[in-house]
């Protein structure tokens, strides 16, 4: 029996890798700040910055230490040229964390809605709305890749009890036809540590591309073409509101048709390692865990303290990838908590 092992950026945090949209927020918060302290001025898709002189100042930490900079320190103004940064900054403050992608989709909804009622010149004032977004969103993908080239530098790591989990599954392959194909929806290479000397047969697909890999670029966008929504922006006949959906983007390369030609090979089982299963990778994951090869669905869940983990929650998440008729299906695939183990077990400091 074949394996695929989904690989999330759980799997990097568990490294302690500072992967989350929020460390990269904070980071480019940072960035742009400097820039503007040190010429007085900055300004990209996203924000302007302009000061009357140039302070030192401390590194943020927090959002709240941005919101200090920005509402407290004499001289400075600044203007934010989307919705979607504004969102972004409240959704780290209020939950320290935040999904860019998702939120790039309900912005890009709210401007379908003003097309379904606009006149022609409302149209065309709204295309160029689109196009703003759109500016925005590749700015966030570039500054992105410019950090993760900074995190993938410290990215050595192994963890044993991790290197354990991976070495079991190995195991499992029991003749020269299985093989275990790696899902990785991380842009980064951390799972390519603990494969160096391993000699049995594995593929890493990098589905969403790869760092330093001219001819796998990074897929950034969303990927949920059974929202409500997806029809109806669809039948726009508007390529700017499909510019950063993943199911285009993943025609790049042949990743996706690789791995969908490996799903359809011969029967498998899914361990999912520390990917959220959302509705942002839906077009991907529903046609793997409803195909009729997947016979069986291990989560290693996430233990943030004793007795706390997200077993449940990546349940209901792997739910949304089924349709109703076959969620009974869903239940005797996936192993039940009592069956399943942490990725890596919670140590209290």
């Avoid at 992105?144 to 410290?154: A, P, T, W």
């Amino acid at each position: 029996m074949n394996k695929i092992v989904l690989i999330g950026n759980g799997f990097d945090l568990a490294h302690k890798l500072e992967t989350r949209y929020s460390d990269f927020i904070i980071w480019y918060l940072n960035r742009v700040a400097q820039e503007a302290m040190k010429h007085r001025y900055y300004e990209d898709a996203l924000l302007k910055i302009t000061t009357s002189t140039n302070y030192h100042i401390n590194e943020f930490k927090t959002i709240e230490d941005f919101k200090y900079f920005k509402e407290k320190l004499p001289g400075v103004e600044l203007s934010y040229k989307l919705s979607l940064i504004e969102n972004i900054l409240f959704g780290i403050n209020i939950n320290n964390w935040v999904d860019i992608e998702s939120l790039y989709y309900r912005s890009l909804i709210e401007l379908y809605k003003k097309v379904e009622h606009a006149n022609i010149h409302q149209s065309e004032f709204i295309d160029i709305q689109v196009d703003k977004l759109n500016e925005g969103f590749e700015e966030l993908r570039c500054n992105l890749i410019e950090y993760l080239f900074i995190v993938e530098k410290q990215n050595d790591k192994i963890d044993e009890e991790i290197g354990s989990h991976i070495d079991s599954i190995f195991e499992k392959v029991k003749t020269e036809e299985e093989s275990v194909y790696f899902l990785n929806f991380n842009y980064t290479s951390t799972i390519e540590n603990y494969l160096k000397n391993n000699t049995q047969s594995y593929f890493v697909n990098y589905i969403h591309g790869k760092l330093y890999d001219y001819d796998n670029p990074i897929v950034f966008g969303y990927g949920d073409e059974m929202d409500f929504y997806y029809d109806k922006i669809e039948r726009l006949n508007s390529n700017k509101f499909l510019k950063h959906f993943k199911s285009f983007n993943y025609l790049k390369t042949i990743n996706y048709k690789q791995f969908t030609k490996f799903v359809e090979s011969d029967i498998f089982e899914v361990y999912i390692m520390g990917h959220s299963c959302g509705l942002s990778d839906r077009i991907l994951l529903s046609n793997m865990f409803g195909h009729i090869n997947c016979v069986d669905i291990k989560i290693l869940y996430y233990e943030y303290g004793l007795g706390k983990n997200d077993f449940f929650e990546k349940t209901m998440e792997i739910s949304g990838h089924f349709r109703a008729d076959t969620r009974h299906k869903m239940r005797n695939l996936i192993h039940s908590e009592s069956e399943s183990v942490p990725l890596k077990r919670f140590v209290k400091e």
